[in-house]
């Protein structure tokens, strides 16, 4: 029942994001930067996760402001395995993605710093009454994420250069794309998502 859930709530915030990342992408072609159907396709794909990894983290409407830190490292990575290898996982995609898609992540220094901000701004999101902030969460979040920049590595030594060079950004700047699909995720997850789920799903968090 739990994976229905994300699945039905990553869906909901999805059918609001992949339209502003089509509209994106068509004022991009009009200024002269087109970019090939492959890195399009993985963008859309790449917009899908990054709405999976939201609902997983449980980022929803703002509340009042009510932090609940947890600044020890390391201990609640003993105490709960489990959560500690759900976090490492969920960022395996985003270390992948990121080489994978743009140029400028051609080293593991830029995809963990770029990993670390996603999951600090997680973090302090979560302030506003949404869960707990966690100094392991940022631990074990660039750990997966570092973990999916070496999975790359790894295809990239058995899958055609010019094959993956397709995926590649064109003429762009990078950092301002990507940090363009998060906010706009962050933006969905936090304004119509959660009305679409409650007025017309009818499902609450």
Same mark, same amino acid.
């Given at each position: 029942?739990?994976?229905?859930?994300?699945?039905?709530?990553?869906?909901?915030?999805?059918?609001?994001?992949?339209?502003?990342?089509?509209?994106?992408?068509?004022?991009?072609?009009?200024?002269?930067?087109?970019?090939?159907?492959?890195?399009?396709?993985?963008?859309?794909?790449?917009?899908?996760?990054?709405?999976?990894?939201?609902?997983?983290?449980?980022?929803?409407?703002?509340?009042?402001?009510?932090?609940?830190?947890?600044?020890?490292?390391?201990?609640?990575?003993?105490?709960?395995?489990?959560? %500690?290898?759900? &976090?490492?996982?969920?960022?395996?995609?985003? +270390?992948?993605? @990121?080489?994978?898609?743009?140029?400028?992540? *051609? #080293?593991?220094?830029?995809?963990?710093?770029?990993?670390?901000?996603?999951?600090?701004?997680?973090?302090?999101?979560?302030?506003?009454?949404?869960?707990? %902030?966690?100094? &392991?969460?940022?631990?074990?979040?660039?750990? +997966?994420?570092? @973990?999916?920049?070496?999975?790359?590595?790894? *295809? #990239?030594?058995?899958?055609?250069?010019?094959?993956?060079?397709?995926?590649?950004?064109?003429?762009?700047?990078?950092?301002?794309?990507?940090?363009?699909?998060?906010?706009?995720?962050?933006?969905?997850?936090?304004?119509?998502?959660?009305?679409?789920?409650?007025?017309?799903?009818?499902?609450?968090?």
């Amino acid at each position: 029942m739990y994976l229905r859930q994300i699945i039905i709530r990553s869906l909901s915030g999805f059918l609001f994001l992949a339209p502003g990342m089509l509209l994106y992408f068509w004022v991009q072609g009009k200024q002269g930067r087109k970019q090939s159907p492959l890195h399009q396709a993985a963008c859309i794909l790449f917009g899908y996760y990054l709405m999976g990894m939201l609902t997983v983290t449980g980022i929803r409407q703002f509340k009042a402001f009510s932090p609940r830190l947890f600044l020890v490292p390391f201990l609640d990575m003993i105490v709960g395995p489990e959560q %500690t290898i759900l &976090n490492v996982v969920l960022f395996v995609p985003l +270390g992948f993605f @990121l080489p994978l898609l743009y140029q400028e992540f *051609a #080293s593991i220094r830029r995809a963990a710093r770029t990993g670390f901000l996603f999951s600090l701004s997680i973090e302090l999101i979560q302030m506003f009454d949404m869960g707990t %902030t966690d100094i &392991n969460d940022l631990i074990t979040n660039t750990t +997966g994420c570092c @973990l999916g920049y070496g999975l790359y590595l790894l *295809a #990239s030594k058995v899958i055609r250069k010019d094959f993956l060079q397709h995926f590649q950004s064109t003429g762009i700047r990078e950092l301002r794309e990507i940090w363009f699909f998060w906010v706009y995720a962050f933006a969905v997850m936090v304004t119509v998502q959660p009305v679409f789920l409650d007025r017309v799903l009818h499902l609450s968090w």
